[in-house]
């Protein structure tokens, strides 16, 4: 399993939004679309100006990763309304190994 790391940060205003427009809609629509797509996590945290959201979906492969991303597959894949809501983001997405996942 590969998971697939990458951090945006948004307005405190804008944070739940975001969370929300990627539970409700980004993540069913990649779900829909690869099959090979296990799920992510959010974490959020605060500073005094911005949220940071760190973003962890799970693919069976990379070739999963691929059909998703494109060959590039680091480089981040921001869907419209989350760039809407968006301050700015990493410049590249990280991909690891998944050794261990317990739920």
Known sequence: MIARVWRGWTKPADAKAYAEFLSAELFPAVAARVGGFRGADVFQRRDASE?????????????????????????????????????????RVEHYDVRLRRR
Do not use: H
């Open 51 to 91: 949220v940071e959201s760190l973003v962890v979906t799970f693919f069976d492969s990379l070739d999963d990763v691929r059909r998703f991303a494109g060959d590039r597959v680091d480089v981040p894949v921001i869907d419209p309304e989350a760039a809407r809501l968006l301050v700015r983001g990493d410049e």
